[in-house]
T-cell receptor
Framework: DAKTTQPPSMDCAEGRAANLPCNHS???????VYWYRQIHSQGPQYIIH???NNETNEMASLIITEDRKSSTLILPHATLRDTAVYYC???????????????FGQGTILTVHP | DTAVSQTPKYLVTQMGNDKSIKCEQN?????MYWYKQDSKKFLKIMFS???????INETVPNRFSPKSPDKAHLNLHINSLELGDSAVYFC?????????????FGQGTRLTVV
């Protein structure tokens, strides 16, 4: 799985958009970008994933650059409950010998303040 | 309706003891995992089972023995517990194949070895 690089921490004001960057310059053509988050004392939670097109769901938007070497997770209106560690993970979509294995890095600690 | 449930949530035990952590998922998934999160908050995969068959074993000491009696359960038995085994253990499940294969995590079991 490709290595990812994220800033160790970020701050965001409540109600504003939180933009979390991720670099994955060694990503291969069949690897997807996944985002998970871990709220304190809970298990990781899936947010969104994408291959090359931008994606949006009820939680967030994912913007992937055209060369696929970086991406940005956008929480459009951050709330205090969005304070968590956000993990950007690159992996093959499904099947194969990885069988859905997730390789977590250090992630970005996002703190949303009032 | 908890999707992935682990028991117990907290476990305090003495060195040298043998203990088990249970995990059950009601999502109909065919793949289950155990992850370990150490004191530095690094999340790392330990095992993966697909249809009750061991798929991934990430060089975990053989004191750790996962058991999958059926697709909905993956238990973790640990023999001769050591201080370094203290961590939070997360169970997860996902579906293989096409479509959304996001992983769902349990709430974690905090193991403290004294």
């Amino acid at each position: 799985d490709a290595k990812t690089t994220q800033p160790p921490s970020m701050d965001c004001a409540e109600g504003r958009a939180a933009n979390l960057p991720c670099n994955h310059s060694t990503i291969s053509g069949n690897e997807y970008v996944y985002w998970y988050r871990q709220i304190h004392s809970q298990g990781p939670q899936y947010i969104i994933h994408g291959l090359k097109n931008n994606e949006t769901n009820e939680m967030a938007s994912l913007i992937i650059t055209e060369d696929r070497k970086s991406s940005t997770l956008i929480l459009p209106h951050a709330t205090l409950r969005d304070t968590a560690v956000y993990y950007c993970i690159v992996r093959i979509y499904a099947g194969g010998t990885s069988y859905g294995k997730l390789t977590f890095g250090q992630g970005t600690i996002l703190t949303v303040h009032p | 309706d908890t999707a992935v449930s682990q028991t117990p949530k907290y476990l305090v035990t003495q060195m040298g003891n043998d203990k088990s952590i249970k995990c059950e998922q009601n999502l109909g998934h065919d793949t289950m995992y155990w992850y370990k999160q150490d004191s530095k908050k690094f999340l790392k995969i330990m095992f993966s089972y697909n249809n009750k068959e061991l798929i991934i074993n990430e060089t975990v000491p053989n004191r750790f023995s996962p058991k999958s009696p059926d697709k909905a359960h993956l238990n973790l038995h640990i023999n001769s517990l050591e201080l370094g085994d203290s961590a939070v253990y997360f169970c997860a499940s996902s579906r293989q194949g096409q479509g959304n294969t996001e992983a769902f995590f349990g709430q974690g079991t905090r193991l403290t070895v004294v």
